[in-house]
């Protein structure tokens, strides 16, 4: 059985669960984590202290430059002092979708290899959920 993905969409949004660990070296995504619970979520670095928000406002400015969205279009749906955190990305959801897509497979385990996202024996559930989709970023 495939784990399922750490977003869905709601009410015309993203909502997308993040694992966040601050004070880390630098701040990038590093995979699709368990949350417990049988959901999984998108583990987030943030190099900014746990500190009067501050790696809130990181998390926001990092996944808003990496799906190409206003830092207003990120906001912290649940978990502001957590480090589980549900995020509500605001925006077209299938170009959102498409842009997490991007995000992540990079990290999945097939990242080393030549990947057409077309093929589901390359990609899994990454490549069917972006087939449709152009893969250049914009």
Do not use: Y
């Amino acid at each position: 059985m495939t784990a399922p993905l750490p977003w869905r969409e709601a009410d015309g949004a993203i909502l997308l669960t993040v694992r966040v660990t601050p004070k880390a070296s630098r701040t990038e995504a590093i995979g699709i984590v368990d949350a417990g619970d049988g959901r999984t979520a998108l583990a987030i670095r943030v190099a900014a202290p746990p500190v009067e928000g501050a790696a809130n406002e990181a998390l926001v400015a990092f996944l808003a430059k990496a799906l190409g969205l206003r830092k207003s279009a990120v906001t912290v749906a649940s978990g502001e002092t957590g480090r589980l955190k549900l995020l509500r990305l605001e925006g077209n959801s299938t170009g959102l979708v498409r842009q997490l897509a991007l995000l992540v497979l990079p990290l999945s385990r097939h990242s080393r290899e030549s990947v057409n996202p077309a093929n589901e024996q390359n990609c899994g559930a990454l490549g069917r959920l972006i087939a449709g989709f152009p893969l250049s970023r914009e």
